[in-house]
């Protein structure tokens, strides 16, 4: 029985991993750079919510939407002043600058709220299910953060395969200058996969925050980085690549944690991301590129 | 026997056929043209020839040695030198550094002796910086030796990646489009820039070229390649008078 | 022609060399006149810490062309296997000979998880490189974290669960108490070896720029299939790059740890962070500009000592500076302007000269 309790504290973590790959991936596969910063607008999105419902009383539904349309304001902000200037610019400038931006959130988030850890509250108003007499016990916010991801991923794949602003995403991951050739505005489909990234990012802030209420302005860094580290397990720019990458993630931690080692569990999850790219550095579900000479 | 010499070279890339049953057979001293239209697979034949790519089948022999599955250092090593299309300089670094990298495997100390400048030291750099000026000269650029590759004139860095390619002392030299972007004035000065580096190091060249003049006026024999598969070979006005090359090049 | 020219980078080496002996008697003078406090004194000895792994990283960043993030987990490896071997020894061997071979030691563990990092590493690219250093970092982080050893007359004893499991005699020598760390190291650092080692790290580093080895490296950083045209070993190349650079981040580490009678490993000073923060120093000195790198770890330290009203803003700012001088070196836009400028003072002059 525990290790199904294990599993499913895995699942739990994993699909709030997930959540947070998602909005890698999209960027990733779209804007083809490393948004070092995701993880950071994860935690603003944190801090949104608990300002608006621990401060100002607001109902937690409500405080979700500021939220994600905060994030989404400053997602798009982000690409406008610090990422767009350095469009074709080096890889290596563009990824410095993403450590930057989130070095810089981290800091005014320090500034603004302080270094103490704020005791965010559960916004999933529901009872947890218990099974088999309580002995085990599936904690709402997580049965929630699996539907919600489910939800998420569907409504992405629509979105990127059925409209046109979704299209033109993927013409700009193929070829940006082939697609401005033919008329798509660049600039715009970049900035408009950051605002979905960065209001993807205030869901996964709240989720994570629900799950683990603990909210510090590093809260969103490792599980940022964790998340990639997902991303790319999966295949990056595979959005189902993200959920499947993110849920497995999350499981090999947890049991790791509590087969293993729990001091050791941050290395495992690390080994795994170096085995991957070692052995198949596209992913699980990832396509290969080819350098052209 | 012929200095380099292919045999039934093929490659596909997933389902396209790029080249296929390529045979070329060049002669020590020649300067010989690859032409043929947009997307014939000259420049995969190029990659083919420098391991860049591996044939899916076929083999590549230099001056009779088998150079089939090598990888692209050890082409270098077993002689055969490059250009490319789009100019591969090393953009930061000097105009000598450039040649300098170029002669790297043939001045040779340690990276310790290097760190500790040791009298080995001293004597190899002096060695590479006499050897590199000695090029730079034959390619009119010395007067640029110390600038920044990347901040030399279009036409200039061209040359330095002749001069770059020369260096590694090959046996054959592959120039890739050479004369693209260049204006008639310059497209002269680089066919007798050719015919004088043939000349002056007794080197065997095959080139990639558009521009039928500079083609005519300096090559000995042609390839011509359509759809990666060669249409036409031989004596160069024989090969521009056949029918068949001038409807690829030309249409219906 | 040629003589010029290597006069000129020699004599830029020597300007570099110049101005840290120079800082260095300075640092002295103001010391001697009590011109210094002893929060800055006790800090002396990290400055030359972070100017040295500085030093390593833009070896990595700037010459080799890739972003490591992984830099404090070499300088941790480098403290770890240093700080353990001064305090097994500690009485065994007299201190200045017991220092040399620490560093010796710190030296060439760093080199050696330098070198089994790069293998795998340095196969790929831009971004996942980036990560994967990260990752590799906080994995050696994490295992000194969970890492006990000792020893005693039965020989070395480790383990990674607890204490208890070593399974000691009385008499044996905890050498790495887990997440305690090491407790006891000898203080062998001081400013002046701090500064010899900078001068040392130096001249490996310029040395290495302008030698054969150094040149291949950057032909990699520049163009990676032309330096494979003209038979570079690309591996073999980027491999001892990145190996001298893992190594001397590794004595950086060396240093830091003989200056503390604790030595942990924590996310600020061997976490990523730290690795982020050296990075800083690289980029607002200038990727590949050695000299700037010392400048810009020194100024970065010290200016919030000094202006103590900034301190809280401090990693703020240094965050607006990153993403500023990015920007303003690396965008497209500012690269054209700035070209246009500069064709434009020097319009009549012969244009592209280097400098």
Known sequence: MSFVAHLINGISLGSVYALIALGYTMVYGIAKMLNFAHGDVIMIGGYVVFVTVSGMGLNPLAAIIISMAACTLLGVTIERVAYRPLRGASPLAVLITAIGVSYLLQNVALLVFGSDTKAFTNVVPFPNLE?????????????????????????LTLFVKKT?????????????????????????????????????????GVLLCSAYPALTPYTGSMPGIKAFVAAVFGGIGSIPGAFIGGILLGVIENLSKAYISSQLSDAIVFSILIIVLLVKPTGLLGKKIQEKV | MALLETKNLGISFGGLRAVNAFDISVEKGQLYG?????????????????????????AILLDGVNLT?????????????????????????????????????????????????????????KEMNEKAMELLKVFGLEEYADYKAENLPYGQQRKLEIARAMATAPKLLLLDEPAAGMNPNETKELMDMIGFVRDHFDMTILLIEHDMKLVSGICEKLTVLNFGEVLAQGDTQEVLNNPEVITAYLGE | MKKIMINKTTKNDMITYAMVILAYIVVQLLIATGHVSSLIQGLLVPFCTYVIVAIALNLTVGILGELSLGHAGF?????????????????????????????LIGAAAAALIGFLVGIPVLRLRGDYLAIVTLAFGEIIKNIINALYLGVDGNGIHFTMKDAL?????????????????????????????????????????????????????????????????????????KLIAFTISASLAGVAGVLYAHNLSTLNALPKNFGYNMSILILVFVVLGGIGNIRGSIIAAVLLTLL??????????????????????????????????????????????KPGKEE
């Open chain 1, 164 to 204: 046109k602003i979704g299209r033109a995403m993927t013409a700009v991951s193929e070829d940006k200058g082939a697609a401005q050739l033919m008329g798509i505005n660049v600039n715009g489909t970049i900035a408009v996969t950051f605002a979905i990234g960065s209001s993807l990012a205030a869901i996964a």
């Open chain 3, 304 to 349: 919030p000592e000094v202006l103590r009203a900034l301190s809280d803003y401090r990693m703020l700012i240094y965050a607006i500076v990153l993403i500023a001088m990015m920007i303003f070196n690396w965008s497209p836009n500012a690269i054209f302007f700035r070209k246009r400028l500069k064709q434009r003072i020097t319009a009549g002059r």
């Open chain 3, 75 to 103: 300088m941790c490896v480098g403290a770890f296997s240093s700080a353990v071997f001064s305090l097994a020894f500690k009485d065994a061997i007299p201190g200045g000979l017991r220092f040399l071979l620490a560093i």
């Open chain 2, 34 to 58: 690859l032409i043929g239209p947009n997307g014939a697979g000259k420049t995969t034949i190029f990659n083919l020839l420098t391991g860049v790519y591996q044939p899916d089948e076929g």
């Open chain 2, 69 to 125: 599955g090598k990888k692209t250092i050890d082409i270098c090593k077993a002689g055969i030198a490059r250009t490319f299309q789009n100019i591969r300089l090393f953009g930061d670094m000097t105009v000598l550094d450039n040649v300098k990298v170029g002669l790297h495997n043939h001045y040779t100390y340690s990276t310790l002796e290097g760190i500790l400048r040791l009298p080995r030291y001293h004597k190899v750099e």
């Open chain 1, 131 to 155: 099974l088999f007499d309580g002995q085990l016990v599936i904690k709402s916010v997580t049965i929630v953060t699996v539907i919600v991801n489910i939800i998420i991923m569907v409504g």
């Open chain 3, 165 to 237: 499991s070593l399974d000691m005699e009385e008499d044996g020598l905890m050498l790495i108490k887990g997440a305690q760390g090491v407790t006891g190291t000898p203080n062998d650092s001081n400013f002046t070896i701090g500064v010899v080692l900078i001068l040392i790290t130096l001249f490996i580093v310029l040395n290495f720029i302008h030698s054969r080895t150094g040149r291949a490296v950057m032909s990699i950083r520049d163009n990676r299939i032309a330096a494979e045209s003209v038979g570079i070993n690309v591996t073999k190349y």
